[in-house]
């Protein structure tokens, strides 16, 4: 169970999360919508677009995978589903998952961190519009520290789930 504080910490998460994803879907939308108009009604094709896209779209990719993980709605394989039959061992193989995510999402997000460290180092820019593409490597950092966040929530709901008085 989920203290009041992480209720409403996951409440304004998904709520600024929603709001993000929504904005860089409109931004897609409307970036592909111009590109279209452009190329094919005016007959002058805007360069720099396939750039000017990634930002919102790896943005979207990465707070749609932490949009996931917070509402527990990422895709799963649940072959143990079949074989395991106890709840308890169930609620165990949870508690083990939860911490696998922890552990891959920790050394992934090491990474990521050196990553837009390097960015940050060289300048990195943008060939054609020259933004600055740590920007789009920000999204690496914050999106897999979002899933880590929501997998220690998750960790500990299994956790007291397991070691509660109504354990079968």
Same mark, same amino acid.
């Given at each position: 169970m989920l203290a009041p504080w992480e209720k409403k910490f996951c409440g304004f998460m998904y709520s600024v999360q929603s709001i993000f994803i929504v904005g860089c879907i409109l931004a897609c939308v409307g970036i592909m919508c111009v590109q279209i108009v452009l190329r094919y009604v005016f007959h002058a094709p805007l360069m720099g677009v396939e750039e000017l896209l990634y930002f919102?779209?790896?943005?979207?990719?990465?707070?749609?995978?932490?949009? /996931? #993980? &917070?509402?527990?709605?990422?895709?799963?394989?649940? !072959?143990?589903? @079949?074989?395991?039959?106890? +709840?308890?061992t169930m609620k165990i193989l949870n508690l083990f998952q939860a911490l696998v995510v922890i552990g891959v999402g920790t050394w992934l997000l090491y990474w990521a961190v050196w990553y837009l460290s390097y960015a940050l180092k060289v300048n990195k820019v943008g060939t054609i519009i020259h933004y600055p593409l740590?920007?789009?490597? /920000? #999204? &690496?950092?914050?999106?897999?520290?979002?899933?880590? !966040?929501?997998? @220690?929530?998750?960790?500990? +709901?299994?956790?007291?789930?397991?070691?509660?008085?109504?354990?079968?």
């Open positions: 919102p779209t790896i943005w979207l990719y990465l707070l749609g995978g932490a949009n /996931a #993980s &917070l509402e527990r709605s990422h895709i799963a394989c649940g !072959v143990i589903n @079949v074989y395991v039959k106890s +709840e308890r740590v920007i789009n490597d /920000a #999204s &690496l950092v914050v999106g897999i520290f979002l899933m880590i !966040v929501y997998a @220690v929530f998750e960790f500990k +709901e299994y956790l007291c789930e397991i070691f509660s008085k109504k354990v079968n």
